[in-house]
C-alpha cells in the first residue's frame, strides 16, 4: 500500500471535506482522511495514484489541488484567488450601491436609475457567481450541495428578482441590486475573516513546521583532505552528512555528536526551556537550538525521517481524525443544505400566500433564511477545536496520536501506573550483591546474561559490570516478566531473573532484586536501588485533587511497591504482576470504571493497548509508544495532570462550539423568516457566528487547563 499527501485550498467546513472525502472513496483510495482545518488530505492505494486524474475530480467538486512546487510569487499573480482579495474587490462597487439608502437628496438621485444600478452591481454579481456558483453547482452534479449553494441561490434570486423589475419598470420597490451586491461581498468578507481565524488555530504547528526550515554548516573534504564549511538549506542534508552547529544556531535534522559539548534547549519538543548538556555520542534533535558550546556532528535522519517532523505528521493526523461527537454534526451538516433550501421556499409561500406580504419582502425573507443558515459553523466547531488543543498540546511536549484520545480523557476515573521508569527514574545503581563462586566469574556469567535484556535492571548491571570477554551461549531466551536463561558450551543452564525464579522452599528468600542460578542452584543475588521521579508526588497529589483514583501496577517486589506507593500516597498496589497480569488486571480495571495507564516498557505495552487510554514516556519503549495513545516528550510524567486538563478543556470547547452552532441556527432562522433580519445583516450574522467558534476555540492557547 502507498499512502499520497496533498493540499486542497478552498475547503471551509467538514461538508466541504466530506465531499473530498467521499469523491476519492468512490475511486477505490483507503484510509482517507481530509482536514477542512489545514487541507491536508491523505489516502493509500494499492498502486501509485494518478494524481493529475484525482486533481482535476477534486476541481470539478468546487476545490483546488495546491501545486506545493510552484513558487510564492506565482500564487501571487493570479487575479482574485482569494477571500481578501474579491472583499476589496466587490466592496467599492457595493458601498456606492449603498448610497442610494441614504437620506442624501439630489447628490445620489442618479443611483435611482436601475441601469446605473445594475451597471454597479454587474461586477459583484459576476465575482460572486463565479465563485459561488460554479462551486455550488459542481457541489449539486456530485450529490453534496454545500454552503454556497445557499448563498448563490440567494444571491442570483435578488438578482433576477430585481432584473425583471428593471426591465419590466415596475419601480424601486422591485430593485434590490444592493441586497445581492451585500450579500456577496459580506460573505466575502466573513470568508477571509474566518480564514485569518482559523490559522491562528495553527500557529503551535506552524512553529513546528517553520522549525523545519533552517540553515546547516556543512562539512566537507576538498582533494587535499582539508576540512571546509559551506552553508546549505537543510532540506539538503542527508544520513550520513557531517554538520558543524554553533552556539545560538538551530540544530538543522536529527544527528549524532562526534566532537564536542554543548548545551541544548529541547523546548520545541519537549517544551521543557530547562537546557540539557550533551557531549560525545549523544543524539541531537533537529529543531532544539544550542545555547551554548560547538559540536561536529553526523546526519542520523533528515527531511521527513526527523523526530520533528513525526511530530508534525503526527499532529495533523489526529488534527484530521473525528471523535464521536463529531459524527453527529457531520450528519446534520450532510442534509443541512438541502434542509435550509425546503424552509426558504416554504418561507416565501407562508409570507406571500398566508399573510399576505408583498412578493419583494417575502422574497427578502426566504433569501434571509438562506444567508443566515451557516452549516460551517457546525462543521468547524470540532476541527478548530482540536486544532488549537493538538496544536498546544505538541507545544507543550504532549503528543495525541489520535484526536479519540482527547475526548477520552474527560472521562477518566482512575490512573494506573508503571513502577520502573515510570514513577522512578529507572537509572538504577547496583547497591549490593553476594555469591558463591569467585566474584570475577560471577559478574562474567550476569553480564552476559544481561547484555540480551532490555530490562532497565539488566541495562544498569550491563553498564557498571562491562567487561570485553562474555560467555558465548550456546543457547539464550528471555522470559518476560521473569528473567533470562541460557545455556553454554558445556551444557550447563544459567538462569537471572526476579524471585519467581525461586521455587516454593524459598518463598521467605524474596527479599533481592536478581537472582542467579547454575544449574538450578543459587550461585548469588544482586540488589539494585531505583530513585523516585521527583515531580511524581506532585502528580499524584494533583490527580486526587481531580477525585481521580491512583494505582500502582508493577512486577516488582511487593514491599518495594508498598513503600513508593505510602512515599507517594498512591491508592492502592497490584505488586509482582506479569506482563499477562498487567493486561488482565488492566482490563478489570477498565471493566468497572475508564481507566488510563502510564507505563514505559515493553511488558507495558498489551497493557497500555488495554487501557481506555494509554500513554507513555518519550524514553519509553519503541513498541510501549506505539501502543499508546499519548506521549509524554519531556522524559517524565510532570506533563500528565496537563494532558488531562487540556483534553478535558478541549471536549469542553467542542461541546461549547457544537452549541453556539445548533442554538444560532434554531434562533436565528425563524428570526430570518419573520423579517426580522434584512439579508445584509443575514450575511453579516452568518461570518459573525464562524469567527465566534474560532475565537472561542483559540481561547484554549491561554486558557488555564491543568
Known amino acids: 500500500m502507498q499512502t499520497t499527501e496533498l493540499k486542497v485550498e478552498g475547503m471551509s467546513c467538514s461538508n466541504c471535506a466530506l465531499s473530498v472525502s467521499n469523491y476519492l472513496k468512490k475511486e477505490g483510495l483507503h484510509d482517507v482522511q481530509v482536514n477542512p482545518i489545514t487541507g491536508a488530505v491523505s489516502f493509500t492505494s494499492e498502486a501509485d495514484s494518478p494524481i493529475i486524474k484525482l486533481s482535476a475530480g477534486i476541481k470539478k467538486l468546487g476545490y483546488n489541488v495546491v501545486d506545493e512546487t ?13 477571500n481578501k482579495q474579491r472583499f476589496l474587490f466587490t466592496l467599492p462597487f457595493t458601498l456606492v450601491l449603498m448610497l442610494h439608502m441614504l437620506p442624501m437628496g439630489t447628490y445620489t438621485h442618479w443611483l435611482m436609475n436601475p441601469w446605473i444600478q445594475i451597471v454597479l452591481c454587474l461586477p459583484v454579481f459576476i465575482t460572486g457567481m463565479y465563485f459561488f456558483g460554479r462551486s455550488a453547482v459542481k457541489s449539486i452534479l456530485h450529490g453534496m450541495p454545500n454552503m454556497n449553494v445557499l448563498i448563490a441561490v440567494g444571491a442570483l434570486a435578488s438578482f433576477v428578482y430585481s432584473l425583471i423589475g428593471a426591465a419590466l419598470q415596475l419601480g424601486e420597490q422591485y430593485l434590490f441590486f444592493e441586497t445581492t451586491a451585500s450579500i456577496i461581498t459580506l460573505v466575502f468578507f466573513g470568508n477571509y475573516l474566518e480564514e485569518a481565524s482559523i490559522q491562528s488555530t495553527q500557529k503551535a504547528v506552524q512553529s513546528l513546521t517553520n522549525s523545519q526550515k533552517v540553515m546547516a554548516n556543512m562539512i566537507a573534504f576538498d582533494d587535499e583532505h582539508k576540512e571546509q564549511v559551506f552553508p546549505v538549506e537543510n532540506i539538503y542534508l542527508k544520513t550520513g552528512d557531517l554538520v558543524l552547529i554553533k552556539n545560538g544556531e538551530q540544530v538543522p535534522a536529527d544527528c549524532k555528536i562526534l566532537w564536542g559539548d554543548c548545551t541544548v534547549n529541547e523546548a520545541i519538543i519537549t517544551g521543557e526551556s530547562l537546557p540539557l548538556p550533551k557531549t560525545k555520542k549523544d543524539f541531537l534533535i533537529g529543531g532544539s537550538v544550542i545555547e551554548d558550546g560547538l559540536v561536529k556532528a553526523q546526519v542520523t535522519a533528515s527531511g521527513k525521517d526527523t523526530v520533528l517532523s513525526g511530530i508534525v505528521k503526527m499532529v ?94 474527560k472521562k477518566i476515573q482512575q490512573v494506573v501506573f508503571d513502577k520502573t521508569g515510570t514513577l522512578t527514574t529507572g537509572k538504577f545503581t547496583i547497591t549490593d550483591f553476594t555469591s558463591s563462586i569467585n566474584e570475577a566469574e560471577f559478574k562474567r556469567i550476569v553480564f552476559s546474561l544481561e547484555k540480551f535484556s532490555n530490562h532497565p535492571i539488566a541495562k544498569t548491571i550491563v553498564t557498571e559490570w562491562k567487561m570485553n570477554q562474555p560467555i558465548s ?38 527479599q533481592h532484586n536478581i537472582y542467579v542460578f547454575k544449574n538450578g542452584s543459587e550461585i ?34 511487593k514491599h518495594k511497591c508498598d513503600v513508593i506507593a505510602a512515599t507517594l500516597g498512591i491508592d492502592e498496589v497490584y505488586a509482582e504482576q506479569t506482563p499477562t497480569q498487567k493486561m488482565e488486571k488492566i482490563a478489570a480495571l477498565n471493566n468497572a470504571v475508564p481507566t488510563a495507564m ?7 505495552a498489551p497493557a497500555l493497548a488495554k487501557a481506555t487510554l494509554g500513554i507513555s514516556l ?11 495513545d499519548v506521549i509524554l516528550m519531556n522524559s517524565g510524567i510532570k506533563n500528565l495532570p496537563l494532558a488531562l486538563g ?16 445548533f442554538i444560532y441556527n434554531i434562533v436565528a432562522l425563524p428570526i430570518a423568516a419573520f ?24 481561547r484554549l492557547f491561554v486558557k488555564k487547563v491543568d
Open 646 to 661: 487540556l483534553g478535558k478543556h478541549t471536549y469542553l470547547t467542542i461541546k461549547q462550539n457544537l452549541f453556539w452552532a
Open 598 to 604: 502510564v507505563g514505559d516498557g515493553i511488558n507495558d
Open 675 to 698: 423579517g426580522l433580519l434584512t439579508p445584509t445583516l443575514a450575511a453579516l450574522a452568518m461570518g459573525f457566528s464562524d469567527i465566534v467558534l474560532a475565537v472561542n476555540s483559540v
Open 70 to 82: 510552484a513558487g510564492d510569487a506565482q500564487k501571487k499573480l493570479t487575479l482574485l484567488s482569494n
Open 316 to 409: 495533523e493526523q489526529a488534527q484530521a481524525e473525528k471523535p464521536p461527537m463529531q459524527k453527529l454534526a457531520d450528519k446534520i451538516s450532510a442534509i443541512f443544505v438541502p434542509t435550509v433550501l425546503v424552509l426558504s421556499a416554504l418561507t416565501f409561500l407562508v409570507n406571500f400566500f398566508a399573510f399576505n406580504i408583498s412578493s419583494g419582502d417575502s422574497l427578502m425573507r426566504a433569501i434571509a433564511v438562506l444567508v443566515i443558515s451557516c452549516p460551517c459553523a457546525m462543521g468547524l466547531a470540532t476541527p478548530a477545536a482540536i486544532a488549537v488543543g493538538l496544536g498546544r498540546a505538541a507545544k507543550l511536549g504532549i503528543l495525541f496520536k489520535n484526536a479519540s484520545a482527547l475526548e477520552s480523557f
Open 618 to 628: 518519550s524514553d519509553a519503549s519503541h513498541i510501549a509508544m506505539q501502543s499508546s
Open 524 to 557: 548469588g543475588w544482586i540488589d539494585v536501588q531505583d530513585e523516585i521521579r521527583h515531580e511524581a508526588k506532585e502528580v499524584i497529589a494533583s490527580l486526587h485533587k481531580k477525585n481521580i483514583k491512583t494505582i500502582l501496577l508493577s512486577g516488582d517486589l
Open 473 to 510: 551461549w550456546k543457547s539464550i531466551e528471555e522470559i518476560k516478566g521473569i528473567g533470562i536463561k541460557a545455556t553454554d558450551a558445556g551444557g550447563n543452564n544459567f538462569e537471572a531473573g526476579s524471585f519467581k525464579l525461586l521455587k516454593e522452599n524459598q518463598v521467605t528468600l524474596q
